[in-house]
């Protein structure tokens, strides 16, 4: 069974920088799609960032120019580099990894993780 192991979150001051990371294990047999959604308290499950498994990434407004997503194929591992990180920013964060083809893709979920911004 695949699992997602996330990594990086915490506390951090606003204007600063973190680093996120969510590595896959089990039985991988492919990757599509990797992503990061966050929820802060009585929200919704938000989209951060997404990345595909060629690369083009795709980012909700909020982050645009602040965060980075990437991914590394080898080591099953996707990042989200976070900067000039504003107290809006807090939430829980959670890994996603879709695998699969089509309709028969299935999505995994991390734990998530939670960055907390405040001075």
């Known amino acids: 069974q695949l699992q997602l192991v996330e990594s990086g979150g915490g506390l951090v001051q606003p204007g600063g920088s973190l680093r996120l990371s969510c590595a896959a294990s089990?039985?991988?047999?492919?990757?599509?799609?990797m992503g990061w959604y966050r929820q802060a308290p009585g929200k919704l499950r938000e989209l951060v960032a997404a990345i595909t498994s060629g690369g083009s990434t795709n980012y909700a407004n909020s982050v645009k120019g602040r965060f980075t997503i990437s991914r590394d194929n080898a080591k099953n591992t996707v990042y989200l580099q976070m900067s000039s990180l504003k107290p809006d920013d807090t939430a829980v964060y959670y890994c996603?990894?879709?695998?699969?083809?089509?309709?028969?893709?299935?999505?995994?979920w991390g734990k998530g993780t939670l960055v907390t911004v405040s001075s």
């Open positions: 996603k990894l879709e695998s699969g083809v089509g309709p028969y893709a299935m999505a995994y």
């Open positions: 089990g039985s991988i047999f492919s990757i599509n799609t």
